[in-house]
């Protein structure tokens, strides 16, 4: 097995060891906030339960979606199944939507007869142990997601983030409602709860949307990839018609290689050779295809500096 196999398989293993270990935490930190909305009666700690109990459902599709992208390619799908990823992240979008709507509705249902909180510091003291867990789990998953190039880790990281957010903001507004009585401020913290989960649910939806659109890389990394060429073309004359796309941990990458009309097959395909193993060490989970053309091809004049891109 090489090298770049290698360190394929162990990142394989731990991008779906978290994704495993998501479920338990998500289900841990649900029973924990439903324990603290039982004891305290709160709408706001309700929502905050409610959000939970969709982490669990994304935490399982975010887990079975990681180890379909980590399928090898076959021949219904020769590039791979890099973007089933992409599908349990619109997933992840939609129940946060799910959770935001029937959270309105409990509030609805509160506004017009606000009522005072049973045993609130039992319950606070809970959901405040639940909502450390999540912190320190969404920074697990955000890091390693971002490391591995896993939009579902990413997604589900954010998503556990969004919870600690909400969280915090619950904790301050009813330790407020406590102190002065004003027991209003229970749904109406449910209400914000619910207008943020809408606004992640829509960021978390319209990025994956994006990637299953087959979206470029970004600026830095497409000048990174330029680079990379450029340093590793000796003995060609241009690059042009550079495209890019990202569909999940994976980058694909295809340009038009300009070389002398003259050139022996052999000669032009160690180059190739060069450039490929060059973004393959630099850029993890990359394909490269490159179209090799004769000289006449050029868009630059001749004479321009040494493999200019078009």
Same mark, same amino acid.
């Given at each position: ?7 394929n ?15 338990? +935490? ?11 909305? *039982?004891?305290? $009666? ?5 929502? /905050? ?11 399982i ?18 590039? $791979? ?11 992840? &979008?939609?129940?946060?939507? +799910? ?29 405040? $142990? ?7 789990w ?17 997604? /589900? &990281? ?5 919870? @600690?957010?909400?969280? !915090? ?11 002065t $009585? ?10 914000i709860v ?9 960021? @978390? ?39 890019? *796309? !990202? ?8 340009f ?13 395909h +160690?180059?190739c ?7 393959k ?24 500096? !040494?493999?200019?891109?078009?």
């Open positions: 097995m090489t090298a770049s196999a290698d360190r398989a162990a990142s394989k293993r731990r991008i779906a060891t978290l994704a495993f270990w998501s479920i338990a +935490v998500a289900f841990v930190v649900t029973a924990l906030k439903l324990l603290a909305w *039982r004891l305290t $009666g709160s709408v706001a700690l309700y929502s /905050d339960a409610l959000e939970s109990i969709a982490n669990v459902v994304t935490a599709a975010a887990y079975w979606a990681i180890l379909v992208s980590h399928t090898p390619a076959d021949e219904d799908h020769p590039f $791979g199944h890099h973007k089933a990823e992409y599908f349990s992240a619109v997933l992840e &979008g939609v129940l946060i939507v +799910v959770a935001a709507l029937l959270i309105i509705a409990k509030v609805w249902q509160s506004l017009s007869n606000p009522a005072p909180l049973d045993e609130p510091w039992q319950g606070l003291a809970v959901n405040t $142990g639940a909502a450390v867990i999540n912190a320190v969404a920074w697990v998953l955000i890091s390693n997601g971002r490391a591995q190039r896993s939009p579902a880790l990413v997604a /589900d &990281g954010q998503h556990v983030m969004t919870d @600690v957010v909400t969280s !915090a903001g619950v904790l301050i507004g009813l330790v407020a409602a406590i102190f $009585g004003w027991h209003l401020l229970d749904p109406l913290l449910a209400l619910a207008m943020n989960i809408l606004y992640q649910g829509w960021k @978390v939806t319209s990025a994956s949307l994006s990637g299953l659109m087959d979206r470029a890389v970004d600026i830095q990394e497409n000048m990174r990839i330029r680079d990379v060429i450029s340093a590793n073309s000796k003995g060609a004359l241009e690059v042009h018609d550079l495209k890019t *796309r !990202a569909a999940g941990r994976a980058t694909f990458i295809e038009h290689l300009v070389v002398n009309a003259d050139m022996t097959v052999g000669e032009s +160690v180059i050779d060069r450039i490929e193993d060059a973004l060490a630099e850029i993890p989970s990359v394909r490269v295809t490159i179209h090799v053309e004769p000289d006449d091809e050029a868009k630059l004049p001749k004479g321009t500096a !040494a493999v200019p891109f078009a």
